[in-house]
């Protein structure tokens, strides 16, 4: 258990360089000097800059100026150590958002959802690898139709990795796929169907629409169907990302989050931001391009890499 939370922590303290960097060497210059109305004013720009939203900077302010007032002569690292505390704590508190079990002899389904450009189609060949190293018997559903290239490349993911991959025609009906997927899973026996929907803008009604008929379909094979719904966010749209986790929240009710491209942003307080928006688990994060580097988010190896690796 230590080596894998080990390894876990390095990957996510090498994601998470950028942002790190910034807070870090900001903050420490910032918190070497007497605290004032001036350094105040800088910390919340600098929380701004990482991205971490207001209702978290004006939490972290305010546990700063506590800080200050209970111990007037706190160091850089008591300050840091202060906010990574608090930060777990908001990432380690339960929510009532969960997934739904199946039906005995059903397959689990879990359908990815996310805006095109999210790394959705590569984030469900990660995730069928995980589960088929976990021995996990997995089926792919193509049911983003409406892109050739997205079938195409979960097409080779499936071969490359080894699992069976349902797909329809070409601009053909997505629910048609899940429906079709989710009959096979149950008929071969399969543990988990993990299905790619059309990556759609979240300002597109039509789009999500059709997301909303898809949980309908499921449905009609499981009532409890889909199991789950996982959204994929980039982590470098910064409080985009936050707007895109509402819309589709109303549109099909997400379970489950997967950050992806933290190691391509200056700004992987986002995740922060969207957990106290909200509070909807954040499952996995990316960080990086290989077929490991999807790896079960954990909050203490997240807000330590975050905040204390920034200390010398």
Known sequence: MFKIFK???????????????????????????????????????????????????AQFLDTVKKTHKSDPDATSNDYLRVLQEQAEALLSTPTEVSGNQPYAGCPRVILV?????????????????????????????????????AVDQLTIWADRIGVELVKGAPGGDPSSVLFDAMAKGKAKGFDLVLVDTAGRLESKGELMRELEKMARIAKKQ???????????????????????????????????????????SAKGGVVLAIYAEKKIPICYVGTGEKMDDLIEFDPKAYTEALFLETIS
């Open 7 to 57: 390894t876990g922590f390095q990957k996510i303290k090498g994601a998470l360089k950028k942002t790190s960097s910034l807070l870090g060497q900001k903050l420490r210059k910032l918190f070497s000097n007497p605290l004032s109305d001036e350094s105040l004013y800088e910390l919340e720009r600098i929380l701004f800059e990482a991205d971490i939203g207001s209702k978290m900077v």
């Open 113 to 149: 959802v996310g805006v095109n450009g999210t790394g959705k189609t590569t984030s469900i060949a990660k995730l069928a690898k995980k589960f088929q190293d976990e021995g996990k018997k997995v089926l792919l559903a193509a049911a983003d139709t409406f892109r050739a290239a």
């Open 222 to 264: 499981d009532e409890l169907a889909p199991h789950e719904v996982f959204l994929t966010v980039d982590a470098t749209l910064g409080q985009t990302a936050v707007e895109q986790v509402r819309i589709f929240d109303q549109a099909v009710p997400l379970t489950g989050l997967i950050v992806t491209k933290l190691d391509g």
